[in-house]
């Protein structure tokens, strides 16, 4: 399970360093692609082929779902780490996701997400407001 924060830099090459608690979960492989609320997700190649399949279940009548599995796949790359744990980002996803020379690697149970650091932070604090949590457990049992 990927649980926390943390703070990485990205260096030159465009290589960000994954958290170490996270790596041993990313070894058999990983894909790195576009997700939601404009970030980018890391997941493991086992949880990245759960999903793929759960999508190439939908059905191909339904826009939404067309668009959403052009938007994951096309932005997607298997990444691989280096000896010191790091995952080059390519550019295009660097910009997409506003990454500079900081990023936020967050734990979001079956995968990690990269946040450029002023957007996870506006998002973080709206996410924690009181009557957001509150809102957003409506209705799901908790």
């Excluded at 790195?32 to 399949?53: H, N």
């Excluded at 080059?88 to 996701?97: D, G, H, I, N």
């Excluded at 002023?118 to 009557?131: F, L, N, T, V």
Aim: glycine letters at 8%.
């Amino acid at each position: 399970m990927f649980t926390g924060e943390y703070r990485h830099t990205v260096d030159d090459k465009g290589r960000v360093a994954v958290p170490s608690k996270f790596r041993a979960q990313l070894d058999a492989g990983a894909f790195v692609s576009r997700w939601m609320d404009s970030c980018l997700a890391i997941f493991p190649k086992v949880e990245w082929e759960s999903l793929a399949a759960r999508i190439a279940g939908l059905p191909v009548s339904d826009a939404n779902a067309r668009e959403f599995g052009r938007f994951l796949f096309s932005g997607a790359f298997e990444a691989e780490m280096d000896r010191q744990g790091r995952v080059v980002v390519p550019a295009y996803l660097r910009e997409w996701a506003g990454l500079a020379a900081d990023a936020v690697i967050v734990g979001a149970r079956d995968h990690a997400e990269i946040w450029a650091p002023a957007r996870w932070e506006s998002y973080r604090k709206a996410m924690e407001a009181p009557d957001a949590i509150a809102q957003h457990l409506t209705g799901l049992g908790i």
